[in-house]
T-cell receptor
Framework: GAVVSQHPSWVICKSGTSVKIECRSLDFQATTMFWYRQFPKQSLMLMAT?????????EQGVEKDKFLINHASLTLSTLTVTSAHPEDSSFYIC??????????FGSGTRLTVV | QKEVEQDPGPLSVPEGAIVSLNCTYS??????FMWYRQYSRKGPELLMY????GNKEDGRFTAQVDKSSKYISLFIRDSQPSDSATYLCAMSLNNAGNMLTFGGGTRLMVKP
């Protein structure tokens, strides 16, 4: 089946630094990828839609200058959390969809900002 | 009112029981329906993917979609302790390139 690889699985960074999270579709091409954020015991909240070769579309309330998304190829999208603060600590998950097969999710990245 | 409603549980059942998980939704334009299982600190895992109304079976899992009632279900037969997880329903307008709308998730506990 379709596989989406997400890296790193967990990261700890100091407040004020930036962190990059990678999302790769391993066996299919993904024109569109999605980035979600999940707080403990809550459902997934869509942050942005990443489009290959064009600007990402951000959901209302998500700061595009803080959460930089780059979708440079059909198999790779990156999310960079810039100038991270403790309130950015969360579980970040990406997803993509091979045609007509449902949406596959990465394993998630747990970000802790100290 | 949320676009997709799902009872948060927790739902506790004995091992071997049949589990019924449900979601209701308000947008009649949804065409594709999915069920995901999510273990703690892991990404969601796709269990079932269905288009429009009808039933779909895969091993111990059966998904039902009733578009006329805007109601979807996931049944788990012969439940196992390893099925203990949070189950998320999700739906979309089309089958790729379109965002998913999730239910809030139901936490299931299967006791040995």
């Amino acid at each position: 089946g379709a596989v989406v690889s997400q890296h790193p699985s967990w990261v700890i960074c100091k407040s004020g630094t930036s962190v990059k999270i990678e999302c790769r579709s391993l066996d299919f091409q993904a024109t569109t990828m999605f980035w979600y954020r999940q707080f403990p015991k809550q459902s997934l909240m869509l942050m942005a839609t990443s489009n290959e070769g064009s600007k990402a579309t951000y959901e209302q309330g998500v700061e595009k200058d803080k959460f930089l998304i780059n979708h440079a190829s059909l198999t790779l999208s990156t999310l960079t959390v810039t100038s991270a603060h403790p309130e950015d600590s969360s579980f970040y998950i990406c997803s993509a969809s091979p045609w007509d097969s449902g949406y596959t999710f990465g394993s998630g990245t747990r970000l802790t900002v100290v | 009112q949320k676009e997709v409603e799902q009872d948060p549980g927790p739902l506790s059942v004995p091992e071997g029981a049949i589990v019924s998980l449900n979601c209701t939704y308000s947008n009649s334009a949804f065409q594709y329906f999915m069920w995901y299982r999510q273990y703690s600190r892991k990404g969601p895992e796709l269990l079932m993917y269905t288009y429009s109304s009808g039933n779909k079976e895969d091993g111990r899992f059966t998904a039902q979609v009733d578009k006329s009632s805007k109601y979807i279900s996931l049944f788990i037969r012969d439940s196992q302790p390893s099925d203990s997880a949070t189950y998320l329903c999700a739906m979309s307008l089309n089958n790729a390139g379109n965002m998913l709308t999730f239910g809030g998730g139901t936490r299931l506990m299967v006791k040995p």
